[in-house]
Each structure stands twice: as C-alpha cells, then as structure tokens.
C-alpha cells in the first residue's frame, strides 16, 4: 500500500475514520486543532456527524450520549482542555461506554503554552476524575503508530467497554511523516452492542446505563465488578517496545516523542561501546510492569526521561520494586530535552554510581 | 367494566419516590401520557438530570440515561446526533437547567437541536436541601439566603424562558403550572407540542412547569401551590414565548 506524507493530527483523524468512528464532538485548542478541522471536511464525506461545541465540558457529554448508542465516537483536546473533561471521564468510566479521546499534550500548569509536554501522565494515567476508574491510556512515538494506535484504541473501547485515551504530544500532532493507512472497516463488521445500547425498548425492556447506585453496597459490589475487568485489562493488554536490551546494561525508558528521542541517545551510547537499550512503554495504563520488572534484574541503572518533572518515573520505580537505582531527567514548559543533553545528563549519572 | 383511568403505558411500575406535594409526579404522568399518545415509547430515549429526580430515568419505561449535573442537554445532543430518528427529552430541575448548565441550554437551544426538555422551576435547590437557585425570588428565604435573596449580592431571578425566547433555534417555549385541572391540562397540550417540535423537526422544545417544594419551602402541600399562584407567577408568568408548531 502507498505510503502518504501526512501530520500527525490528521493521519489520527483520517485513522479514527477508518476505524468506523462516524461521530466526532470537540472544541477547537492547539496544538490538535487539525483533527477538529479535518473531522469537520471528511466525517461529511462518509455520513458522519462533525460538531463543534460550546466547550470541553459540553464536548464530553456529547460523548457520553454518543457512547450511550453504542456508534463509535471520540473527541480530541490539549491539555487545558483534557482537564475540563475530567468529570465527564469519570462518567463514561462509571457508566462502562466505549469512546476514543486524543490528549495532545501541552506545556503546563494553567494556560501554559502550546509547545509539546508530557505533563499529562497523571491526569492520563492515575485518573483525574473522581472514583475508582481507569483509562486505557496508548503514546505514539511516530505517526505509523500514532495511526495503528487509533485503531486499536477503538477496538479496545469496544472489547472492554471502556474509555480510551490516546495520549500524545504536540510533537507528535503537528510533525509530518509518511504513514500507510489502514483500509476503511465495513461499519457493519464492528461490534453491535444491541444488548446495552440506547435505541429504543422496542420489543425488550428498556435499558438504563448510568455510574451511580445510591446504595453503598450496590456501588461497591459495581466498583468491584469494574476493578475485575481493570485487573483483566492489565493481565491482557500490557504494551511496550524494546530497543537493543540485549545485553544491555544501561535501561533507557521514555514513552512518546521522548521515547523514539531516546533511540538515538541509545544508538550513540553503543556507538561509544556502553551497553544501553529503550524500553519503551506503548500502554501508560496498563503499564508494562511485568517486563520491566524482568528487565530490572538484568540492568545496573534505569535512566527515565521525560518531558515533565517526573511522572511516569513513578511507574518505574513501582514497576521495578527496588531491585536497581531508578535515574531521572526532565524538562518541562515545553521544551524537548535533546539527543546531547540527555548524553551529558546520563554521563554524569554514571559517573557517581 | 369499563377501565376509564389507568397508568400510563410510559411509566414503569415503580413507586414515585417524591415528597408529599411535589409536583414532579403530575409531570411525570403528563410526560407519559403524551409519549402514550404520540405512540413514541419504542423510540424514546431519556435523560435524566442530577437533583431529586435522578431517578426519573426508572419511572420511565423508555431507554434513559443519567447525565453529569447540568449537562443533560449536551447527553441528549449527543445521543440525537447519533440517532436522528429517535426521540430524545430531559428532564431538568432549576439548579441543573439554569445554573450550572445554562451554557449547555443555550447552545443546545441555539443549535435548535432536536430535542424535548421539561424544566421543571421550583425556585429552590431540592435535593441538597433547599439552598438558593438561580430562579429564587428575591426576598425568598433559603438555606443560603436566610436573610432573604438580595438583589445587590445575589443578583436577581433568572428568567431563562424569557432568554430562550429570543433564539432562533427554538420551535417551541411556554411557561405553564400544574396547580389547577386546567393548568394541569394545559401543561400536557404545553407538552405534546414540545415533542411535535422535535418529531416535526422544527427544532429545540421546552416547557418550563413552575412547580412546588413544600419540603424546602417549608409549607404544607396545599400552603406551597398558593405561595407559587400568589408569587412565582408574578415573576415568572405563564405563557407561550414561541410556537412554530401551530395546531
């Protein structure tokens, strides 16, 4: 198949559409504006619904109700925007919905900036709504995956019944690369959802979907039931990539933009003859503790980088339990830590050890 | 023997869960009856709101959801956008419709989305025990104006029928009451031709029903439906503000 030169935001856009997605709701902010712009000329095209909101807290019960149908939908947002969503998320989650969000992530806190981040992770990962719910959370390193992540964030809204978030940065939304598109699914192949869905109690009894049981034992016994499936997700769905691990003695682990950042710091380190590999999380939840738990006993130093004062380094240090020094370098408002930086960065750090 | 009056076909068999005197169940059963009579309850779909009638979804024997507080209107949208052929209402109090979601209401209003919203108005948060709504009069005491609502530090009552009135996405508005037989009536024509909006998609229907709280407001049943005659409908009166629906 033809490989196309396309950015970022638009081949998720494009990608979201094959995927079957027919309704898309979303308030304009950068750096994502372009899916927004992109759903608005193509889901007309192909008997979708575009619809620009009066902002991201209408957006996201836009998306509830959408979800409500069982039809395919998602809705992107920056940062600010993602934080607006929060209370909405934590709806879906409750009410178990499958739907699809992009989070292209800004320079924060507060308005910040529009430069690329990963200060998101938390809000991402550890749930910034309220109750006990989790995202399934994807990071794209490059746009060919940015585009195989979108399709797979839907099938996995849809086998899970739960949101999907697919967490990148604006880095990843607004540089340009040759992608291969996957073909257009046949809506009539995707998931029915006919025996939870809102269409209408037409020869059955109606259905109710909503995240709430006023009783205490009611609402524990349905939190149990979703940390059952959450437990689920994590025995089935852990997702990363490794990067020259053999033998490695130095561990790498960065996800996103920073994670394909780090391939070439590992690529020069090895070049200079010191054994360094990448671990590269794909899944931030759930997060792909099992291997780089493995990986923990066989390395002398884990160095996390990332593009926030530390977020995921967290997640490490859980992942790895102790068993060897978890480093860490960040840079924050936006500014992409460099090949040579994190060179320096890591020297030093192995110079006192 | 002939069965004159029974239960509505929309309404499930539950129990009304409301206090002695609210009126929330007269436009529960108004509600029924019209979803009856249009013979639209395979394809209803409903949303209920956050407040005392967040049960409303089981008292309906319709598909329904439960929205975040005020934001039923932005639920319903999304469900209408995604099924154009069925028939989507909230049911909203004053807190929910005209405070924390008066944003979703314009623009869904303003978009004339297809859609049937019952406002019910009772000048009074309900459910978290009586505090001021958007709606309160002024002078009205509740649990956060018990000195009486002031005008100079808490603004004056929202008329958001008389703001809904000048946009153009809306087919059909009215303000009513169900405190006599005739209002009561009147509310259901009120009613049916806010879904005939929606089914003739003309655009956005509301009615807005001023309605009791005689446990917040701390009266009798009967002391709270002749407080709402002699005050809420000197502030708010009843009227049709839009009918693009015709008879």
């Known amino acids: 198949?033809?490989?196309?030169?396309?950015?970022?935001?638009?081949?998720?856009?494009?990608?979201?559409?094959?995927?079957?997605?027919?309704?898309?709701?979303?308030?304009?902010?950068?750096?994502?504006?372009?899916?927004?712009?992109?759903?608005?000329?193509?889901?007309?095209?192909?008997g979708g619904v575009f619809l620009q909101t009066e902002s991201e807290i209408a957006t996201v019960n836009m998306v509830y109700g959408a979800a409500c149908t069982g039809k395919r939908v998602m809705t992107s947002t920056s940062s600010p925007g993602f934080s607006l969503m929060q209370e909405g998320i934590s709806y879906i989650a409750g009410a178990e919905?499958?739907?699809?969000?992009?989070?292209?992530?800004?320079?924060?806190?507060?308005?910040?900036?529009?430069?690329?981040?990963q200060g998101d992770y938390f809000q991402a990962v550890k749930g910034g709504g309220h109750g006990d719910y989790r995202l399934i959370v994807l990071a794209p390193s490059t746009l060919q995956e940015a585009v195989d992540l979108t399709q797979l964030a839907f099938?996995?809204?849809?086998?899970?019944?739960?949101?999907?978030?697919?967490?990148?940065?604006?880095?990843?939304?607004?540089?340009?690369?040759?992608?291969?598109?996957?073909?257009?699914?046949?809506?009539?192949?995707?998931?029915?959802?006919?025996?939870?869905?809102?269409?209408?109690?037409?020869n059955r009894e109606?259905?109710?979907?909503?995240?709430?049981?006023?009783?205490?034992?009611?609402?524990?016994?349905?939190?149990?039931?979703?940390?059952?499936?959450?437990?689920?997700?994590?025995?089935?769905?852990?997702?990363?990539?490794?990067?020259?691990?053999?033998?490695?003695?130095?561990?790498m682990v960065g996800y996103g933009t920073m994670g394909r950042i780090l391939k070439s710091v590992v690529d020069s380190l090895r070049e200079e003859g010191i054994p360094a590999g990448l671990f590269r999380p794909v899944t931030l939840w759930?997060?792909?503790?099992?291997?780089?738990?493995?990986?923990?006993?066989?390395?002398?130093?884990?160095f996390v980088v990332e593009m926030s004062s530390g977020q995921m380094v967290e997640d490490v240090q859980i992942s790895v339990e102790g068993k060897v020094?978890?480093?860490?370098?960040?840079?924050?408002?936006?500014?992409?830590?460099?090949p040579e930086e994190i060179l320096f960065a890591f020297k030093e750090v192995r110079k006192w050890k | 023997m002939e069965v004159i009056f029974k239960r509505p076909k929309a309404l499930s068999d539950r129990e009304f869960t409301y206090c002695p005197g609210c009126h929330h169940g007269i436009i529960h059963r108004l509600i029924a009856e019209v979803i009856d009579e249009l013979d639209i309850q395979e394809k209803t779909i409903m949303v209920a709101p956050v407040g005392c009638s967040v049960f409303a979804y089981e008292f309906f024997d319709v598909d329904g959801t439960v929205a975040p507080h005020g934001r039923a209107l932005a639920v319903a949208t999304g469900i209408k956008r995604a099924l154009p052929d069925m028939i989507v209402f909230t049911?909203?109090?004053?807190?929910?419709?005209?405070?924390?979601?008066?944003?979703?209401?314009?623009?869904?209003?303003?978009?004339?989305?297809?859609?049937?919203?019952?406002?019910?108005?009772?000048?009074?948060?309900?459910?978290?025990?009586?505090?001021?709504?958007?709606?309160?009069?002024?002078?009205?005491?509740?649990?956060?104006?018990?000195?009486?609502?002031?005008?100079?530090?808490?603004?004056?009552?929202?008329?958001?029928?008389?703001?809904?009135?000048?946009?153009?996405?809306?087919?059909?508005?009215?303000?009513?009451?169900?405190?006599?037989?005739?209002?009561?009536l009147n509310t259901k024509k009120a009613i049916k031709k806010a879904f005939l909006a929606q089914i003739k998609g003309l655009g956005f229907g509301m009615v807005e029903v001023l309605s009791t709280c005689p446990t917040n407001w701390g009266?009798?049943?009967?002391?709270?439906?002749?407080?709402?005659?002699?005050?809420?409908?000197?502030?708010?009166?009843?009227k049709v503000f839009v009918d693009k629906v015709g008879d």
Not at chain 1, 222 to 249: F, T
Request: charged share 25%.
């Open chain 1, 155 to 202: 099938d996995l809204a849809d086998r899970y019944r739960n949101p999907v978030l697919i967490l990148a940065d604006g880095m990843i939304g607004q540089m340009m690369e040759p992608v291969e598109l996957p073909e257009m699914r046949d809506l009539s192949t995707l998931p029915d959802h006919s025996d939870w869905a809102l269409r209408g109690a037409r």
């Open chain 1, 325 to 338: 020094p978890v480093h860490f370098y960040g840079r924050m408002g936006g500014v992409v830590p460099t």
């Open chain 1, 206 to 251: 109606p259905h109710r979907i909503a995240a709430f049981n006023i009783d205490p034992v009611g609402l524990e016994k349905m939190n149990k039931r979703l940390q059952e499936k959450y437990r689920l997700i994590e025995a089935s769905e852990q997702r990363w990539e490794e990067y020259r691990v053999d033998g490695a003695e130095y561990l």
């Open chain 2, 219 to 238: 009266m009798s049943p009967v002391e709270a439906q002749n407080w709402l005659l002699e005050n809420m409908v000197k502030e708010f009166p009843p």
């Open chain 2, 91 to 184: 049911y909203q109090g004053d807190g929910d419709l005209a405070a924390i979601g008066i944003a979703e209401t314009i623009h869904a209003a303003n978009r004339g989305e297809k859609l049937t919203t019952i406002f019910v108005n009772n000048a009074v948060y309900g459910m978290t025990g009586g505090q001021m709504a958007p709606t309160t009069l002024l002078g009205q005491k509740t649990t956060t104006t018990p000195y009486g609502r002031t005008a100079a530090n808490d603004g004056y009552p929202l008329h958001v029928s008389e703001a809904l009135s000048t946009i153009d996405g809306v087919a059909y508005l009215e303000r009513t009451t169900v405190s006599t037989t005739k209002d009561i």
């Open chain 1, 286 to 302: 759930p997060f792909p503790k099992r291997r780089l738990k493995e990986l923990a006993k066989k390395v002398q130093l884990i």
């Open chain 1, 1 to 46: 198949m033809k490989k196309l030169m396309m950015k970022g935001n638009e081949a998720i856009a494009e990608s979201a559409i094959r995927a079957g997605c027919r309704l898309y709701f979303a308030y304009p902010i950068t750096p994502q504006s372009e899916i927004a712009e992109y759903m608005a000329r193509r889901l007309p095209e192909v």
């Open chain 1, 97 to 117: 919905l499958p739907c699809v969000f992009v989070d292209v992530v800004r320079g924060g806190p507060g308005l910040g900036n529009i430069q690329p981040s």
